[in-house]
Nanobody, 120 residues
Framework: QVQVVESGGGLVQAGGSLRLSCAASGSFFSISATGWYRQAPGKQRELVAHITTPGRTNYADSVKGRFTISRDNAKNTVYLQMNSLKPEDTAVYYC??????????????WGQGTQVTVSS
């Protein structure tokens, strides 16, 4: 059983900052990568940022220079530092963890999501 839990969302004014956390726990062999996604009302879920366990990152163009993804492999936790937030960043943010089970099958798990609301 694997659990993925996000935290750190909330309400912030435009120009402000938030830091999201995504923690994976349970029984698995290793994590290969983690991604942050977001879904605004009426829109499709989109990739915001992605990081592999060795540390390779990529970002959506809309957040480059404002958001930073990082990881603490020892804690199986990934962070998303969001600066200079804009109202269009308002969405539910989801964490997706790509991992290998103890039988080396590859699965991915979603968290329950955390709401980020940016007021103008």
């Amino acid at each position: 059983q694997v659990q993925v839990v996000e935290s750190g969302g909330g309400l912030v004014q435009a120009g402000g900052s938030l830091r999201l956390s995504c923690a994976a726990s349970g029984s698995f062999f290793s994590i290969s990568a983690t991604g942050w996604y977001r879904q605004a009302p009426g829109k499709q879920r989109e990739l915001v940022a992605h990081i592999t366990t060795p540390g390779r990152t990529n970002y959506a163009d809309s957040v480059k220079g404002r958001f930073t993804i990082s990881r603490d492999n020892a804690k199986n936790t990934v962070y998303l530092q969001m600066n200079s937030l804009k109202p269009e960043d308002t969405a539910v943010y989801y964490c997706n963890v790509e991992l290998f089970t103890r039988t080396l099958d590859e699965y991915n798990y979603w968290g329950q999501g955390t709401q980020v609301t940016v007021s103008s």
